[in-house]
């Protein structure tokens, strides 16, 4: 499986940004689809995941309520669209997909999200 994420730049504090992730290869209703991000010094985190069969979504708590995770399977698509921006999001952020919860099977090449105050 390839991924490409792509949308990221730079927003003020309370903006708005969408991602996208064009996956390609061999994709399966099992599969679980999912955004992680990862900070300058920091650890790589977990952002959110949705079931590419159920739709099922799943969110980390500090994003809650301003993330949503949604996929286009007929075009094997996978967004984010981010609201309420805060500088704490700041961050690489890649796409992925695995077959656990939580975990990353396949990762593609991040898109730089820059929050500035």
């Known amino acids: 499986v390839q991924l490409q994420a792509s949308g990221g730049g730079l927003v003020q504090a309370g903006g708005s940004l969408r991602l996208s992730c064009a996956a390609s290869g061999r994709t399966y209703s099992s599969h679980i689809m999912g955004w992680f991000r990862q900070a300058p010094g920091k650890e790589r985190e977990f952002v959110a995941q949705i079931r590419r069969g159920t739709g099922r979504t799943y969110y980390a708590d500090s994003v809650k309520g301003r993330f949503t995770i949604s996929r286009d399977n007929a075009k094997n698509i996978l967004y984010l669209q981010m609201h309420s921006l805060k500088p704490e999001d700041t961050a690489v952020y890649y796409c992925?997909?695995?077959?656990?919860?939580?975990?990353?099977?396949?990762r593609g090449k991040g898109t730089q999200v820059t929050v500035s105050s």
């Open positions: 992925s997909v695995a077959t656990t919860l939580y975990d990353i099977d396949y």
